[in-house]
Nanobody, 126 residues
């Protein structure tokens, strides 16, 4: 089970960016995927997930209405479209995989995730 996040960079406040999470060694129809972020000096925050079976998605309040998670089964890739970016979105973003089809606020804890990608840095300038 491997994941690789990419697509981070430097963007101005109000801008948009799309992160990708390429997965291998498992099927997106068996594993759910979550996006987490960790700002400098802070803990890892779960911001979004998408379930394996029925594509239920969930968003933390901090990104709801601005971020959209999606998946491409054929490409084995999960995306995180980020719009109206704010300086407080600056962080290292990670994708991670979890067994099972559940996705909700209660699953946005690192303990549920069995495999993690290496992270990609997003910096939003004001």
């Amino acid at each position: 089970v491997q994941l690789q996040a990419s697509g981070g960079g430097l963007v101005q406040s109000g801008g948009s960016l799309r992160l990708s999470c390429a997965v291998s060694g498992f099927s997106l129809e068996s594993y759910g995927v979550g996006w987490f972020r960790q700002a400098s000096g802070k803990g890892r925050e779960g911001i979004s997930c998408i379930s394996s079976a029925d594509r239920i998605s969930h968003y933390a309040d901090s990104v709801k209405g601005r971020f959209t998670i999606s998946r491409d089964i054929d490409m084995n890739t999960i995306y995180l479209q980020m719009n109206n970016l704010k300086p407080e979105d600056t962080a290292v973003y990670y994708c991670a995989a979890k067994l099972g089809h559940l996705c909700g606020s209660f699953t946005m804890q690192t303990i549920f995730y069995v495999s993690w990608g290496q992270g990609t840095q997003l910096t939003v300038s004001s």
